[in-house]
């Protein structure tokens, strides 16, 4: 009786595990998850704020897959922009400290890391 409430008990523990990642909510992918994905291994930060008109163009670009970006909202850590010299909205920095100031499409950030846009 033991170890069949036990089979009993491991048998529901399965299907509700099982449940749960059927019906939980997965990260869609995006368009150019591979190509955020690929700046954010090369170290590319892009700084920013919110109410940046050029800012918002640069996230728009990357619809979705914006959120593999390594970004920072300026406004929240003023300290840490003016640390690294971030002068103007938007500033990619690169891990090997060259800046890409303003606005730069998905093109130019291609051609400057050397990762390729997969569509």
Known sequence: MKSSFLVLAAGIAIMAFGAWAFLSPKQAEGRYDEFAQCLSEKGMVMYGADWCPHCQNEKKAFDDSFRLINYVECPDDPQLCLGKGIEVYPTWMM?????????????????????PIHQ
């Open 95 to 115: 891990q090997d400290g060259r800046k890409l100031v303003g606005e730069q499409g998905l093109k130019k950030l291609s051609q400057q890391s050397g990762c």
